[in-house]
């Protein structure tokens, strides 16, 4: 099914809700809205709108993955950074890796394939998943990523980000690459 904005009210948090509650909070982000976009690649043709110069910013791409035992993760990393499943998965001392099916993303991250985010945490939270969070976000003044939908991108400072992890009772595994 479609991940954009147009059928985010069969999410269990919509992303209009999600950027409310954003707002509620006191956390400040800056709202992008543009083609559904599905991989890195896509992202990176749309990215010239939203860089701004000189800015320490972290572009993401995130994977929802599980292990032998069923168990749920999300990783999020800098959208170049290679990725060899066998290899994160020995990283991580989970064992072997491979990736969710859509509907199980749907039922612990509450999102579509190509709208995966670390904002989709305000569901797995509740659902058991691990967060692992790549080490280059210490350093980046901002993130850019989906709000549970894959036509808009947030840009958001580390330390809203940060605090919106506080909030939702999250606490991100660093990994060092």
Request: proline share 5%; net charge positive; hydrophobic share 45%.
């Amino acid at each position: 099914m479609d991940a954009s904005s147009a059928f985010q009210e069969n999410l269990p948090i919509s992303s209009d809700a999600l950027l409310r509650r954003l707002r509620d909070w006191g956390l400040g982000y800056e709202l992008h809205e543009h083609v559904p976009l599905r991989t890195v690649q896509e992202a990176k043709a749309v990215e010239a709108a939203t860089i701004v110069p000189g800015e320490r910013a972290l572009r993401i791409k995130n994977l929802y993955l599980r292990d032998k035992k069923k168990r749920n993760y999300l990783v999020t990393l800098e959208q170049d950074r290679a990725v060899d499943l066998k290899g994160l998965g020995a990283r991580l001392g989970v064992g072997t890796l491979s990736f969710g099916s859509p509907e199980r993303l749907m039922q612990v991250l509450g999102v579509r394939p190509g709208a995966v985010t670390p904002l989709a945490m305000i569901t797995g939270a509740g659902n058991g998943v691990r967060f692992f969070l790549d080490g280059a976000a210490r350093d980046a003044e901002r993130i850019y990523m989906h709000p549970l939908v894959n036509d808009r991108t947030v840009a958001m400072s580390r330390a809203d980000v940060m605090t919106f992890f506080e909030r939702i009772g999250v606490t991100p595994e660093w990994l060092l690459i």
